[in-house]
């Protein structure tokens, strides 16, 4: 099962990702999550608790991200898993996204 938490401080909106991220979550992140972040200047979605992505899931992260961005809202991705930050890889998420959606150790220790 899929879910999240949102919490605002300010214009940053941090998302905690919890559970599989596949075809099942399409409602979730497009009708539910995707409106409630249109008034944050920057959001963190934090993958810690993501074990599983896959392909249905890549492309709604894909369009939610490109959505966010287009207005002009700052979008950090970070916690990936070993495992999900290999599928993002091999997908070339970061070429497809711009590397500066994805936390880096540098970044991290700027927090």
Known sequence: MFNYTLTQKDSLAT??????????????????LAPKLRGAASIELDFSQVDFVDSSGIGLLITLIKDLKAQG??????????????????LQLPLIL??????????????
């Open 15 to 32: 998302v905690l990702l919890s559970g599989d991220m596949d075809i099942d979550v399409t409602e979730i992140l497009q009708e539910d």
């Open 73 to 90: 809202i700052k979008v950090l991705i970070r916690n990936l898993s070993p495992e999900v930050e290999y599928v993002f890889s091999l």
């Open 98 to 111: 711009g590397d500066d959606v994805f936390e880096t150790p540098a970044k991290a220790g700027e927090q």
